[in-house]
C-alpha cells in the first residue's frame, strides 16, 4: 500500500494551489484520512482530517482557507489551500488509515511529502 501527493509548488501570498493524495495497493478499505505540514524547525501538526462518511475538521489556522475532501471511488484525498500565507509553507504529508486486503489490522500510512512554498 502506497500513498503519493502531488500538487506542491511555489505560489505568491493569497494565492491557491490543490494538494491530491492518491492511495494504491491492496486496498479492502480506508478509514480516516489527513493532511499534516511540517515547517523548518517545528514540529509536524495535523492541518485538516476527514473521516469516511466525510466529517471534516481543521487547524484553527488554516478554517475558512483550507477545504479537505475525498473520493473514496478513488481511495483519494484532496486539500484546496486558499488565501495561502506565508507561514503555510511547509511539507505537507498526507497520512490514513489503512486496511490491506487480507489482512484485519489497521495500518497508518504516510505520504513521501510535497512542498508547500509561498512567497512573492
Known amino acids: 500500500v502506497q500513498l503519493v501527493e502531488s500538487g506542491g509548488g511555489l505560489v505568491q501570498p493569497g494565492g491557491s494551489l490543490r494538494l491530491s493524495c492518491a492511495a494504491s495497493?491492496?486496498?479492502?478499505?480506508?478509514?480516516?484520512m489527513g493532511w499534516y505540514r511540517q515547517a523548518p524547525g517545528k514540529q509536524r501538526e495535523l492541518v485538516a482530517a476527514?473521516?469516511?462518511?466525510?466529517?471534516?475538521n481543521y487547524a484553527n489556522s488554516v478554517k475558512g482557507r483550507f477545504t479537505i475532501s475525498r473520493d473514496n471511488a478513488k481511495n483519494t484525498m484532496y486539500l484546496q489551500m486558499d488565501s495561502l500565507k506565508s507561514e503555510d509553507t511547509a511539507v505537507y504529508y498526507c497520512?490514513?488509515?489503512?486496511?490491506?486486503?487480507?489482512?484485519?489490522?489497521?495500518?497508518?500510512?504516510w505520504g513521501q511529502g510535497t512542498q508547500v512554498t509561498v512567497s512573492s
Open positions: 497520512n490514513a488509515k489503512i486496511r490491506p486486503s487480507g489482512s484485519i489490522r489497521w495500518d497508518a500510512s
Open positions: 495497493g491492496s486496498i479492502f478499505s480506508i478509514n480516516d
Open positions: 476527514i473521516t469516511s462518511d466525510g466529517r471534516t
